[in-house]
């Protein structure tokens, strides 16, 4: 008997090792990295972080890819620790409902449905609930931003006035299809670093992550939620130094990093077109051909081979519910008088220079593939509202950022790795 209790006990001993290596590897991840006021972030939210930034830039692994984008979840971490705080400071939560319907809209976005999505952030070793804490965080800054800036924000006839002349005073200089990735300087002397930061950001680009991707990941800017995406910008509205940037670089180009009063900027240049913020209507027929799962290439295809049919049968607004029948498809409801300013991205490019009664190329729509025709345009001029939502957009930018500056300068922040 003791002879196998002998033989056993070199096993026993290495089971207890590994065990214990487990048990040390979990503490190690659930240990505090870092302290922002009495809430702890621990290593292991980092590293689920990483992991999806990782994957969400398209980066492959690599140690400097990890360091760069460590840095950036760090300090996004902590902005949402403190705009979730003062959220809870405000009494203002979150329904679960918003947070799955985020969730839902980021997995279409991506092609995927909300089963998929989690396979797929699982099989990279993410759980899925730190894409939900990150989701949460900007349900709940949007309402503290809804809540406390908002009411702030006035943009009086006089002000839109001033805007339109100056429109109105460089009629004939291109409008701009921008996307942005902006970094704050909270303090002078952090600029090296800020700039070094966005160099960084560009070399990995350089590597094949995608902008919108970097944006979402990197970018302090209100647009990041969106890939970084400004849309059409008229010249002279954006902070100077951006402007002379911008005149020195081609449509698809990147800039180097921009140094402005309030942080850097890395701009996309992404095209051109002819004046300016005009309120442009339509009457168009859509017709979507529906794709339930676009990781299936064969629902795809099919979708797509139908559409590429029945453009050769759309030759008029009125044929579209007999080719909608015809080919499968259904057509869309929309306005009878859609502003082209307000329509989905897709649908906005596709229609803006489509002579009326042609039928559009296929192009990808939020629930399959989509065909477009114009009825008729119309043209009105400047378009006051627009301008009036440029003006507050920027305000509530210009204030939300000073709000997060203060949150940050009033707290405890702690670093322990």
């Given at each position: 008997?003791?002879?196998?209790?002998?033989?056993?006990?070199?096993?026993?001993?290495?089971?207890?090792?590994?065990a214990?290596?487990?048990?040390?590897?979990?503490?190690?991840?659930?240990?505090?990295?870092?302290?922002?006021?009495?809430?702890?972030?621990?290593?292991?939210?980092?590293?689920?972080?990483?992991?999806?930034?990782?994957?969400?830039?398209?980066?492959?692994?690599?140690?400097e890819?990890?360091?760069?984008?460590?840095?950036?979840?760090?300090?996004?971490?902590?902005?949402?620790?403190?705009?979730?705080?003062?959220?809870?400071?405000l009494?203002?939560?979150?329904?679960?409902?918003e947070?799955?319907?985020?969730?839902?809209?980021?997995a279409?976005?991506?092609?995927?449905?909300?089963t998929?999505?989690?396979?797929?952030?699982?099989?990279?070793?993410?759980?899925?609930?730190?894409?939900?804490?990150q989701?949460?965080?900007?349900?709940l800054?949007?309402?503290?931003?809804?809540?406390?800036?908002?009411?702030?924000?006035?943009?009086?006839?006089?002000?839109?006035?001033?805007?339109?002349?100056?429109?109105?005073?460089?009629?004939?200089?291109p409008?701009?299809?921008?996307?942005?990735?902006?970094?704050?300087?909270?303090?002078?002397?952090?600029?090296?670093?800020?700039?070094?930061?966005?160099e960084?950001?560009?070399?990995?680009?350089?590597?094949?992550?995608?902008f919108?991707?970097?944006?979402r990941?990197?970018?302090?800017a209100?647009?990041?939620s969106?890939?970084?995406?400004?849309?059409?910008?008229?010249?002279?509205?954006?902070?100077?130094?951006?402007?002379?940037?911008?005149?020195?670089?081609?449509?698809g180009?990147?800039?180097?990093?921009?140094?402005?009063?309030?942080?850097?900027?890395?701009?996309?240049?992404?095209?051109?077109?002819?004046?300016?913020?005009?309120?442009?209507?339509?009457?168009?027929?859509?017709?979507?051909?529906?794709?339930?799962?676009?990781?299936?290439?064969?629902?795809?295809?099919?979708?797509?081979?139908?559409?590429?049919?029945?453009?050769?049968?759309?030759?008029?607004?009125?044929?579209?519910?007999?080719?909608?029948?015809?080919?499968?498809?259904?057509?869309?409801?929309?306005?009878?008088?859609?502003?082209?300013?307000?329509?989905?991205?897709?649908?906005?490019?596709v229609?803006?220079?489509?002579?009326?009664?042609?039928?559009?190329?296929?192009f990808?729509?939020?629930?399959?593939?989509?065909?477009?025709?114009?009825?008729?345009?119309?043209?009105?001029?400047?378009?006051?509202d627009?301008?009036r939502?440029?003006?507050?957009?920027?305000?509530?930018?210009?204030?939300?950022?000073?709000?997060?500056?203060?949150?940050?300068?009033?707290?405890?922040?702690?670093?322990?790795?």
């Amino acid at each position: 008997m003791l002879s196998v209790i002998f033989r056993l006990f070199p096993l026993l001993i290495a089971s207890c090792l590994l065990a214990l290596s487990a048990v040390a590897a979990e503490m190690t991840t659930l240990k505090p990295a870092i302290m922002v006021n009495d809430k702890v972030i621990s290593a292991l939210e980092i590293e689920m972080r990483v992991k999806l930034a990782l994957v969400s830039a398209g980066l492959q692994e690599s140690d400097e890819a990890r360091t760069f984008l460590t840095r950036q979840v760090e300090q996004a971490l902590i902005d949402e620790e403190l705009q979730v705080q003062e959220a809870k400071r405000l009494g203002i939560t979150s329904s679960a409902e918003e947070e799955a319907v985020t969730f839902r809209q980021i997995a279409r976005s991506n092609g995927l449905d909300v089963t998929t999505l989690r396979q797929r952030l699982e099989g990279a070793g993410i759980l899925p609930a730190y894409l939900m804490d990150q989701i949460r965080a900007e349900l709940l800054w949007r309402a503290v931003l809804r809540s406390e800036i908002m009411p702030q924000v006035i943009v009086t006839e006089e002000d839109v006035d001033e805007a339109v002349k100056s429109i109105e005073a460089r009629q004939g200089e291109p409008q701009r299809l921008l996307a942005e990735i902006f970094l704050p300087i909270d303090n002078p002397a952090d600029t090296g670093e800020v700039v070094a930061t966005a160099e960084e950001a560009i070399e990995q680009m350089r590597r094949g992550s995608g902008f919108q991707a970097m944006a979402r990941q990197v970018s302090q800017a209100p647009t990041a939620s969106v890939g970084g995406d400004m849309g059409w910008v008229e010249a002279g509205s954006l902070p100077q130094e951006v402007e002379e940037a911008l005149t020195k670089i081609k449509v698809g180009r990147l800039t180097p990093p921009i140094v402005t009063p309030y942080g850097v900027y890395i701009m996309l240049l992404r095209d051109e077109r002819p004046p300016p913020e005009r309120k442009i209507a339509v009457s168009v027929k859509m017709l979507t051909f529906p794709v339930r799962n676009f990781e299936n290439r064969s629902q795809v295809n099919r979708a797509a081979g139908r559409a590429t049919e029945a453009q050769k049968a759309l030759t008029s607004c009125e044929a579209a519910p007999a080719v909608a029948k015809r080919f499968s498809a259904q057509v869309e409801p929309l306005p009878e008088e859609f502003e082209v300013s307000r329509m989905p991205g897709n649908l906005r490019s596709v229609t803006m220079g489509l002579p009326i009664g042609q039928a559009s190329e296929p192009f990808r729509a939020p629930e399959g593939i989509g065909l477009a025709i114009v009825c008729a345009r119309t043209d009105s001029g400047i378009d006051r509202d627009l301008v009036r939502q440029r003006l507050m957009s920027e305000q509530v930018d210009r204030r939300s950022r000073r709000y997060l500056q203060d949150l940050r300068s009033l707290a405890t922040i702690e670093m322990r790795n």
